[in-house]
């Protein structure tokens, strides 16, 4: 029982004269002042709340808008991009987020997807995919080409590969300027800029993807070396979101990139109580130069929608 005073109820000390019937009912008073100001609160109230939606209303994936979705799969990466009835799925996590993907991806109502993006075969990125190429309808399978020496020799490379061949999708090679269009979702690919390399994450596919005036780059787990080829290419990498690469790691951390990308808006895929990623300093460097950060270890699946000029963003948690 809450404590009163010496056992009295305590009265609240009226901070206004008491009302008293009939007390200002001056119809004057009503007219000049509080419909004025009803009206004012309401015109407020109207405004806010649109632009509150506006902002950050739940997207809902349509004809004009286009929907990013950084889909928390734990340490790993996954983006499903959603515009108009057409689908493009960059990476699916580990095998273990199979399932997780295709009852998303049913629950959205998506029956076939126009292209699924295997950014590089390793397993945070590829293991989900197979539970996707075997549930759901894939048109095309984009994957970096490999020489002898990059081929992994994996379990789950060969299954993701065992996977590709018998849904039937069309498997083609990223080539850095070739352009993909699905619908109005249309990306250029920059990299890989390398027949092979030394560290299987450079051969990662990276895209920039443009809706309206707003631009997207997504970077798998691309490093240092393979942000220092694209700078060199001078390629626009420009864009208002970034899919941070490699996880946050301070192994794709090139201050010339971040500079060049400018992200207003950067988002790393990494999963919780890991160790070493994100790496301070990545995040650091990205908060230094204007971008908001989410991180799928805290903010849980991350989307980010947009109408060609304005971009909100929704967070699961
Ligand atoms: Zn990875």
Redesign the pocket.
Known sequence: MRKTNNGKRRRNPAPYPAWEPGAGRDPGRIVKYVVPAICILTVLALFLSSEYRARYGTPTPGADTLSVMFIDVGQ??SELILCGGHSVLIDGGEAACGAKLVSMLRGLGVKKIDCVVATHP?A??IGGLIDVLENVAVGELLMPALTENNIPTTRVYERFLEAAAASGAKAVRAAPGDEYAYGEIRFTVLSPLFAEAADLNDMSVVLRMKYGGVSFLFTG?AGVEAENAMLETGADLSSDVLKVG??GSRSAKSAAFYRAVSPRIAVVECGDGTEYHPHKETVGALVSIGAQVYRTDRDGTVVVTTDGSRISVTKEK
């Open positions: 790993g990466d390793h945070d990125h787990d490699h996880h």
